[in-house]
Structure formats: C-alpha cells, structure tokens
Nanobody, 120 residues
C-alpha cells in the first residue's frame, strides 16, 4: 500500500503565498508522475500542476506564472509553491502520484486533501 500525506494548507490573504508538500511512503518501486489537483466547492476536480520523474512539468493556465511545482525523487516528495494567491484559488488541494509498486504494476494514489483558503 502507498500513502500520500499532504501538508502546508491554510488561510492566507490575497497576494500571499503558501507552500504545499506531499510525501509518499509505502510499497514504492518508483514514482512516475506526481501532481496537484484542486476542487473548489461545487466544482469538478481540476489539474493544477504535475511533474514527471524526469522533470517534465505541466501547469494549468491558472497556475502558470504564479505556482511552481518541484519534487525530490530521493525523498518521494513533491512541493507546490503558490505565490500571488487569489480568492479563486480557494479549494481543497489533493496530491496525486502514479506509482510503480513493482516492475510491471502501476497504480494511482491520492492524498486526503488540504484546504487552501484565500481571503480578499
């Protein structure tokens, strides 16, 4: 089994910054992609940013220029630095990982979510 534990959410004023962390542990052979999704109240879950083990990065249009995703492959940890936060960034942020649990078996895992609230 694999667990993803997020931390770093909270309440911040518009224009402020937060840094989210996601640590993966358990039966991990390697991790392909790690990423962050978010879900605002009444809306569908959407991709914020993702990064592969090789460092290829994908950002949503809303995240480009304000958010930075990074990862520490040795620690199986991903980070999301969020700057210039806006009230519309308010959501529950979920960590995601596509994990190789053996040489040939891959599975997707999700964290429990961390609340980010941006006040105006």
């Amino acid at each position: 089994q694999v667990q993803l534990v997020e931390s770093g959410g909270g309440l911040v004023q518009a224009g402020g910054s937060l840094r989210l962390s996601c640590a993966a542990s358990g039966s991990i052979f390697s991790i392909n992609t790690m990423g962050w999704y978010r879900q605002a109240s009444g809306k569908q879950r959407e991709l914020v940013a993702a990064i592969t083990s090789g460092g290829r990065i994908n950002y949503s249009d809303s995240a480009k220029g304000r958010f930075t995703i990074s990862r520490d492959n040795a620690q199986n940890t991903a980070y999301l630095q969020m700057n210039s936060l806006k009230p519309e960034d308010t959501a529950v942020y979920f960590c995601y990982a596509r994990v190789l649990v053996s040489v040939i078996f891959e599975n997707d895992y999700w964290g429990q979510g961390t609340q980010v609230t941006v006040s105006s």
